[in-house]
């Protein structure tokens, strides 16, 4: 009976530990998910970038990738010089997997008079880099339906 209750106890310590470590996982990318929409709000493309990491791909609609943080931040700079800076990230899904962890979620972005510039859904590939979790594959796409030909 004692091997028992010592198995079930470890169990519960490994779970509990297992679900702080995803609640941990998920605060510190909805952390860096809200330092990515002051960045874009103040216009910093530069700290857009640095959010990803240093081997990054973005994939953004109807473009190449932006490989790598100096073509991640050029591709934002573009973004920023649209007018559009007020992006709102909703997160639906979060799953750690060790030192990557994936996010599936809802954008929602707004030009500086606030009316509503486009929205669409993302799927992020996280990478544990230098303690912090950054972005590491990066691809979003509009809802908006395409334009006839």
């Known amino acids: 009976m004692?091997?028992?209750?010592?198995?079930?106890?470890?169990?519960?310590?490994?779970?509990?530990?297992?679900?702080?470590?995803?609640?941990?996982?998920?605060a510190a990318i909805?952390?860096?998910?809200?330092?990515?929409?002051?960045?874009?709000?103040?216009?910093?493309?530069?700290?857009?970038?640095?959010?990803?990491?240093?081997?990054?791909?973005?994939?953004?609609?109807?473009g190449e990738a932006a490989k790598g943080r100096d073509a991640i931040q050029k591709a934002?700079?573009?973004?920023?010089?649209?007018?559009?800076?007020?992006?709102?990230?909703?997160t639906e899904e979060i799953e750690a997997h060790g030192d990557t962890a994936h996010e599936v979620g809802t954008w929602t972005l707004k030009g500086k008079d606030g009316a509503a510039v486009d929205s669409g859904k993302y799927v992020v590939i996280w990478k544990k880099e230098a303690g912090q979790w950054r972005l590491h594959r990066d691809i979003w796409n509009s809802s908006a339906t395409p334009p006839a030909k």
């Open 2 to 26: 004692r091997r028992y209750l010592t198995v079930a106890a470890v169990a519960v310590l490994v779970a509990s530990a297992a679900a702080s470590s995803a609640e941990d996982v998920r």
């Open 30 to 62: 909805e952390t860096a998910n809200k330092a990515f929409s002051a960045a874009l709000a103040k216009g910093d493309a530069a700290a857009v970038a640095a959010l990803y990491t240093s081997t990054a791909q973005a994939m953004p609609p109807g």
């Open 76 to 90: 934002f700079e573009g973004l920023v010089g649209s007018g559009a800076t007020n992006l709102t990230l909703t």
